[in-house]
């Protein structure tokens, strides 16, 4: 029940993105994917529910080839599998409530009070009670982000996919955030696969961290074996200093 | 030199174009299979058959009342002396359910239904709701795609019935009032050659041009990249395709149905 | 919020399909609440009727037609047709098919066979019982299809005339002439035949037709006249009447201006019909005036020259004859343009036989042969 990326290559136009790329994330585990802006990191999170196909290598979620499921298997697959989108992508004709519904109808298996009822607990958990009936044009970004978040945990899937669920967040809110992606681990095991660019963050959810730096992953490992990493590009990233980077480049 | 390079270019732009008639037929194919999930798009359907049939009829009705006055106005002038005068009855109402009632119609709908649904997806696209669609396992076909072309088959044919009676109506409004003809002459004229085809013509004509107008736009938006300005190229691309398919359409009509 | 879409969508639809329904019943002139019944009529053809077209009884609309079919066994092409049940039929019922206007929409006519304007038509009887006998009125714009033709092979021929006059041609001339003839009579039976059946000649036409017969008793006149004249041989008195022929047409254009000045649009026509022939009439004087110094050599010719001019007559004459032909030669584009094309090409024939006389004497006794 793990997700596997297998040797990706993805590339758009001339442009490749990903060469190479292989991730694992066992079951019930939580992995950080770090890496800098524009590396393919959401490029990478899409192939595992096949928003994007690879142009070779095998994904594997739930034991099967992504690529070889019918259209009836794949849906099936993704209504186990929660989706946070870095843009929150909430559909903007729909009030909050709707948007949180969606994936609960689709599930088919509950009645209209479990649907507001799980609704609320969700909107709870992002702090965004009593938003039910706002459209998402008047959410701020910050808020809009949660309810996309709250979207995806909302029919408790087995799987889920985090692209930068904190980053524009502040502080305080960070913090319930992360111990919402802990807490869904925990009580549910999800398995999850979280993109960010706060070490801190990562630090505190993940239980692996994999840094992807021109199409590849360059480093694996938990938390503090990250943090101690002795590879420039790591410890560049990690301390934000674009020297180091620079001189891991040229040693490559 | 430069013939080759020209050569090379019309290479291209054939490939292109055989490129991208193939990506829109397998969207079209992909609807298509998407037409049994009725689940999904029924519930969709009334909302959007108001949004583009009902809500569109104004429009309609105002093209077609301006469209029976002048067409009552150009046929007297036309016919000056040898031809009887009832035979303005007869040129309108033929040529507002054959011709003006279903294209002036589907032109001007062309641009609001069509551009409509082309901006509407086309943000969808770009700010990812339609991958956010497919990540809570919604067939963005059944879901987007399907009640709209449906809407517009069911709705464009309606929307025309009442724009053909207001262009037949003002078009007799004018020659009582304009033309001192009387009511009796013009009812003459409108039933001398009138045929029931006619209306199914007419029906079935319209019906085309709604299913292409709104399956076109929802091409455009699905296949819109880039952000707002993408969203603004496929807007516009998909109200000069639609006006350009139902020109083709309304003569293929005339050619398959009317010899 | 869904319901109310569901309502607004509802109401359009309904009302849509019941305006659809409403419409094409009403377009196609149904009657409500009447009952109806169905008859049935064969003819040999049908021409350009229609499902749809009206059927007429004593010029009142009493049903349409609803199907037209080959008939079983060669019987021709059966028409089916709805009418008001409360009809009472003549006891030699039979319906007739016409044209209406001369714009290809046609009718049905419920008459009595032995009416007199039907007697003359050609029932077609089917084998097949409660099948009611049918006729069919030649259309219009077939005939004046076949007039053009002919005045298309007159123009050929004039031309050929030029390049080789034998006498070959001159039989094909004088079949050509006589063909425009025929055809002329036959398109003014026609006319009257139609302005008997319809009754529908305006009341202005009416008037004008009245005063047109007094006027076409001129040319006949004439036409005799030139007839007399031509038979006699003199020259002299020959010239005398054609001096008067064209005078007498020239008081008949003006006569007919007077009797259609209520119509503007008749007025042109004729008037412009008119002048043609006295224009023709100009170029016959004309030609033998040519023709004079010559006539006393060629002698034995003459006779065969005065048939020829017969033959010219006899179509100035049909023209003129019949009350019916003018009226409707006014009314009719079509007809009109075929008559005028008709008479150019023999005034261009006329002209060309003054520029050299010599060629064509030599022929001309050919002609008579
Ligand atoms: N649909 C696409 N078409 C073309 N290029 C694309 C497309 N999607 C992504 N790219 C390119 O792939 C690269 C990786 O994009 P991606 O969105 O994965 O970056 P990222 O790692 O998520 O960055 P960030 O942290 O800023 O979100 C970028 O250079 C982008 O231009
Ligand atoms: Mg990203």
Redesign the pocket.
Known sequence: MSIELIDIYKS?GP?E?LKGFTLTVPEGDTVSLV?F???????ALKHVVRLLSPDSGVVRVDDQDVAGLSRHELYELRRQVGFVF?FAALFDSMTIRENLSMGLIKQGTHTEAEIEQRINESLNMVELEGFEDRMPAELSGGQRKRAGLARAIAFRPKYLLYD?PTSGLDPVTTTVIDRLILKMKKELGVTSLVIT?DMKSADRVSDRVAMLFEGRIIEEGTPDEIAKSENPIVRGFVDGEPELVEQGRLDQ | MSAQRSFAWIGAKSTEGFAAFGRFSSFTAEAGRAVPDLKTWGKLLFPLMKRIGVDSIPIALFLAAFTGIVLALQASYTFTGAIPMYFVGTLVGKTMILELGPVLTGLALSGRVGANIAAELGTMRVSEQIDALETLSYNPHSYLVVPRVVAGLLMFPVIVVFANAIGIVSGWITAINLLEMTSQEFIRGLRLFFEPFDITYSLIKTGSFGFAITLIGCYQGFTTTGGAQGVGTATTRAVVLSSMMILVLDAFWAVTLLQ | MRFKNEAVVGAVVLLAVILVLFGSFWLAGRQWGVQHVEIVAAFREVGELREGNPVNYRGVRVGQVTGIRLGPMGDGVFVTMDVNEELDLPPDVGVVVSPVSLFGDWQAQIVSQSAPAVRQLEFTVATVPDVLPGAALPDMSQLTAVAARIADQVEVLTERVELAFTEETAIKLRQAVGDVSEITAQISGFVDQQTVVYDQVSQQVLVATGNITDATASVTRVAQDLEVAIQAGDIQRMMANVSETSENLRILSAELGEATAGVPSLITRADAAMISFSELAEDVRQTLRVLEPQLEEIGPTLAQARQAMATLDETIERFGNDEGTLARLADDPALYEETQAAIVTLRRLMADIQSEPGKYLRNIRLLGR
């Open positions: 758009f442009k993105v890496g802006s524009g590396s393919g990191k959401s490029v870095q930068e660019h």
